[in-house]
């Protein structure tokens, strides 16, 4: 399944070479929302549907780990979720956990580096509403927001590196100044500076930074990893997110892309998107709002 997100209005058209399986030829509108920014329109199997969620990055359920309502793990569950939602702006990060036995369940929370505590509380409180809304029956369930991660599950996850499942988005265009090659030069410089940031200690797994590729181009990254891994742990997951850049995959030469796991985040763009954002860059922010992105589900 492909989800593409238009960062602006109108409607527009993509062809089979720009976006994997989608069928050539297939006309991507507004969805009927007199043109709201950052309408989703989702394309699977032939179905086209919509929403306004402009939030939510995705989420995760585990069909494995099923659970029935009223039960002690549901129980529990809420428990987690009450605790995470209070707690988590506190330091902007939170593990926590409820019940005893095979009905224990784990929690965990984290905002992106960046935001305010204010961002940080409304974020949190939104994915442990919606979590168990979209996971009604699960007891392994995860959400990623732009400014949040949380998630639960009766296996203890905590401390450990989580790559069994991610989300890519990418953006349709390439880049052409500088060329290809030169910009993946560029962003692997870039690459190594906020990673190297973010495995220093007082950073609490925060990395972020800019390069100026170009007279008229600056390019933007940022990583981070859950606060619970291990200075080890942190490099291992970044290394494997980052990894999704290059060698022919989805991100490369893409003019922006952000890969998401369970213990770690890494992204890039040609606009600032984390703060502060400098006002002299807005413009140049907005140019790249237009164009199109895709979102993949790994594996």
Not at 109 to 135: H, I, M, N, Y
Not at 242 to 260: D, P, S
Request: proline share 3%; net charge negative; glycine share 10%.
């Amino acid at each position: 399944m492909f989800m593409v997100k238009f960062h602006g209005v109108g409607s527009g058209r993509v062809t089979g070479g720009d976006m994997g399986d989608i069928e050539e030829g297939v006309v991507l509108g507004d969805c009927g929302n007199d043109g709201d920014i950052g309408s989703w329109v989702i394309i699977d199997s032939g179905v086209r549907t919509c929403g306004v969620d402009q939030d939510r990055l995705g989420e995760f359920c585990n069909k494995d780990k099923n659970i029935t309502s009223g039960s002690l793990q549901s129980a529990n569950i809420k428990k987690v979720l009450e605790e995470l939602a209070s707690k988590a702006d506190i330091n902007g990060f939170i593990v926590t956990s409820s019940g005893e036995g095979q009905d224990k369940i784990y929690g965990l929370a984290q905002c992106r580096g960046d935001v305010s505590k204010e961002d940080c509380s409304e974020c949190t409180k939104d994915a442990a509403k919606q979590l168990p809304e979209l996971c009604p029956n699960q007891s392994d369930a995860r959400i990623w927001f732009d400014y949040c991660f949380l998630r639960y599950d009766i296996s203890n996850f905590v401390g450990k590196v989580d790559t069994s499942f991610g989300i890519i988005y990418y953006n349709v265009e390439n880049v052409t100044d500088p060329d290809p090659v030169t910009f993946d030069k560029d962003l692997g410089a870039l690459m190594d500076q906020v990673k190297a940031q973010a495995l220093v200690p007082e950073n609490h797994g925060l990395g972020k930074g800019e390069s100026k590729i170009t007279p008229y181009e600056t390019l933007y990254a940022l990583v981070q990893c859950t606060r619970d891994l291990s200075q080890l742990y942190c490099a291992q997951c970044l290394a494997i997110a980052i990894q999704t850049f290059g060698g022919g995959g989805y991100c490369q030469h893409r003019k922006g892309c952000r890969v998401l796991y369970s213990s770690c985040y890494v992204r890039y763009e040609l606009y600032p998107f984390y703060f502060p954002v400098a006002s002299s860059n807005y413009v140049n922010k907005v140019s790249y709002k237009t164009s199109l992105m895709v979102r993949v589900y790994l594996p």
